[in-house]
């Protein structure tokens, strides 16, 4: 019997800008939360909806690093890649984002690890697309259900 | 004597976007242009003003991989580091940009290289800040000089 609390996923729009914004707090010191971004046997546990199967290529969380994967399920394969910018623990995180099957779109996408005390952590995640017709494509993607879902799994991995 | 012609640079403003676009033409073909950018014993003959040494600690283009430099002179030093995110031989790259002196600021910066038969190349650089502030700090930097030299020495490197 799972005593997790999952707190509300934010997503949000920016008026000016071709931003998606997700909003996130988890029960977890910024380090912990940081870690289960960056190691990839932690990573696997959480990224993505329920029912997909996750498997890692490479992932190599460091400033200059890269990482390609691939969510399956029955239905077929979603492969995804990019390189991470900079990663600065335990804080900040900036890296591209492609799906293989839009190949021209990218995402630049930085989340930000902001310490709220009492052990507990706000995930920011700002992804910029190429346009506003990019940043509407991944709204209607599904992408809410893989990101409520996969924080769930990442609040059930912090408690454990 | 130089007999190598300099075509123009166009440096324009997107405006919905946080984005500067250069546009140039080479009197080469896009594989020479495209090589010219992706070998480091090349991009460090002409990448940046004339004036400035150029230093590269690494520069590993390829996607996945990411890059690190200096540009110094007799007043100081001027880092700069990225990721390539993708490398499209001969028409695309794309790649992340930030100048240490500013270590939040990031571009996305989306290189096309266009055919433009008869040996010549038209390239495209696309760069997205995430802000429209950015964008103006970027424009008001004097980079305009930076990059109408480095593409002077381009012209040169690939007439040699």
């Known amino acids: 019997m799972s005593t997790v609390i999952h707190h509300e996923t ?10 998606v914004r997700i909003t996130r707090e988890f029960d977890a010191p910024p380090e ?35 990482y390609r994967y691939t969510h399956a399920d029955a239905d077929g394969e979603y492969r995804f890649y990019g390189a991470f910018h900079e990663v ?9 984002f492609t799906y293989e099957g839009f190949p021209d779109g990218v995402s630049l996408d930085t989340l930000t690890f902001e310490d709220l005390g009492d052990g507990r952590t706000r995930l920011v995640t700002s992804s910029m ?8 494509a991944m709204l209607s993607s599904g992408m809410d259900v893989g990101v409520r879902e996969g924080y769930e799994r990442l ?3 912090l408690a454990s």
Chains 1, 2 share one sequence.
Not at 88 to 96: G, K, L, S, Y
Not at 129 to 136: C, H, N, Q, V, Y
């Open 32 to 66: 912990k939360v940081f870690r289960a971004h960056t190691d990839p046997d932690l990573v696997v546990q959480w990224l993505g909806p329920r029912g997909l199967q996750l498997t890692v290529e490479h992932y190599d969380c460091r400033t200059g690093g890269s």
């Open 88 to 96: 600065r623990a335990p804080e900040r995180i900036v890296q591209t």
């Open 129 to 136: 697309l190429d346009s506003f017709e990019g940043r509407d």
């Open 10 to 19: 934010e997503i949000s729009v920016d008026p000016d800008l071709p931003v």
């Open 155 to 157: 609040d059930e991995l």
